[in-house]
């Protein structure tokens, strides 16, 4: 499977189809032996694998593409450092067959397009970095119950 090597090698692809996910995982070798996840907090088997769409949303209007595509890595790039270190970044499309407990697209009938590089999540993660708000990644380990 190729490797894409710059945010905008993302950007251009992501501009040619709207079926476009990111998933973080060992890979789709591991992946489509079952084509499914399942979630962390219960043990429930999920009819696909969760993912991230990579397609813009209409109202996100004129601003740019790669923004929204640099926030789409940023919202799971820690991943790697906090659950497995052989996780990596990998583009697929699919059809969606559902939602996830997170609220995450459920996908089936995936097919593998190509390796997101370290390069393309340094370049996202300054992109978002650089942004006046204050984002964070969806890290929820740590927090307490009250």
């Known amino acids: 499977m190729p490797s894409l090597i710059s945010l905008d090698d993302l950007d251009r692809l992501v501009a040619e189809r709207d079926d476009l996910y990111v998933r973080w995982s060992r890979g789709p070798d591991p992946d489509l032996r079952s084509v499914s996840s399942v979630d962390d907090l219960t043990g429930v088997r999920l009819p696909g694998l969760s993912a991230s769409a990579l397609g813009v949303e209409d109202w996100w209007g004129e601003r740019p593409a790669r923004l929204w595509i640099a926030r ?3 919202d799971y790039c820690h ?3 906090l659950k497995d270190p ?3 970044p990998w583009v697929l499309c699919g059809r969606e067959v559902g ?3 997170d609220n995450e697209p459920l996908v089936a009938d995936v097919e593998p397009l190509a390796w997101i590089g370290d390069d393309v999540i340094t370049e996202a993660v300054d ?3 650089q ?3 204050r984002w964070g990644t969806l890290h929820r380990y740590g927090m307490r119950r009250r």
């Open 79 to 81: 991943l790697p450092r």
């Open 86 to 88: 052989l996780t990596k």
């Open 99 to 101: 939602r996830g407990p």
């Open 127 to 129: 992109l978002v970095e």
């Open 131 to 133: 942004q006046p708000g």
């Open 72 to 74: 789409r890595l940023y």
